[in-house]
């Protein structure tokens, strides 16, 4: 998959002041999540299929091709802050510009923003060893076979494999976060190529994908099977696929509502313990354990897939305090004892997945060619 890329002068780092146009070509590299026909330009705020019709709202540059159903985002509200965004931030460096997201969020305190604000700011760095490590297979083979970040969000990962020379393209359910995610690229040298797009309704043709990403999205989205099979479908044979998620059964906290417990309890009974114990919603939060995300794989995919315990990078230790690294530097040496993986693949706080694409015919399954949205 060839990707035309924008001109430099719109992605250049430069002054603070400057107003930054984001250009994706959306009707080179996306397709109609509805039948996956062409996309055509229709001025700079929209794009319309060829095939059926079907026309898209673009922000930024930026396509939108949701498909309406059940998430956890208001689609319409979601354009409009991305729009306010784009008009407001113009003259803000990348660290106030993803400030002015957090700040927008009504019901959070400075410390919040502060800390979140940080957080995304290290992001890049802190990918860059992953980038080097267990994700590099996955990675492309250059500026005509870029990898696929599924859920790219604000776009550290593609930022940080930019800098690496690894390009990639990235969808994400949020458009708010996929402007930001087009200047975190740019400003580490990157050629933003991005669309706004259900996980479960990937905007890519069949068998057009080399390398797929995908860290901590699994557990949010609406339908896993069909996020899996739609990954599947756009991959070629011999792709290699990487997968992060928290493990149901962990026994530390749960960590978006940091409540104990959480996964051990029948599914129908985690959102009314999560509200008892936190007054905190647990929609679309959904962790698998490492035997249902192997049997989904099994089931919904092409992947040969294997299972791989997650160390704690030296990058987020050298960010903990001492005994809290002390403690990281410990579970890192005892998750590499080959006899105590299945221990931590059971219990431990995250697990990771990677696997390459079979080829299609005999596979078994076939529950990837599913029909289209």
Known sequence: MK??????????????????RFATPAPFAWCCPRCRGALAAEG????????CGARYACVG????????G????DHEADRALARRWLAETADLDLEAAVRWIY????????????RRTREVMRGPARLADDVAGWLAPCLGGGPDDPFLDVGCGNGTLLAAAAAAGRP????????????????MIAEHGGHPVLACAMAEALPLADGTVGGVVSLDVIEHVGDPAAYLREISRVARAGC????ATPNRFSLTAEPHVFVWGVGWLPRPLQARYVRWRSGKSYDYNRLLSTREAMRLLRRCTRFDARLVVPPVSEHDIAQ?????????????????????????????????????????????SGQHRTARP
């Open 3 to 20: 990707l035309d890329r924008p001109g430099g002068a719109d992605h250049a780092r430069g002054a603070a002041s400057e107003t930054i």
């Open 61 to 68: 540059g930026i396509p939108d091709l949701r498909l309406p």
């Open 168 to 183: 990639g393209i990235g969808i994400d359910v949020s458009m708010a976060w996929l402007v930001v995610a087009a200047r």
């Open 70 to 73: 059940p998430s956890w985002i």
């Open 320 to 364: 903990f305090p001492e005994g809290r690294a002390r403690l990281a530097r410990l579970y890192n040496r005892l998750a590499s004892v080959r006899a105590l993986r299945p221990l931590f693949l059971a219990v431990g706080p995250f697990f990771r997945v990677v696997g390459i694409c079979r080829p299609d015919a005999g596979n078994g």
């Open 44 to 51: 700079p705020d929209a794009t319309a299929c060829a095939a």
């Open 103 to 114: 700040a927008s969020r009504p019901d959070w305190d400075a410390e919040r923003i502060a």
């Open 240 to 243: 290699r696929l990487a997968l």
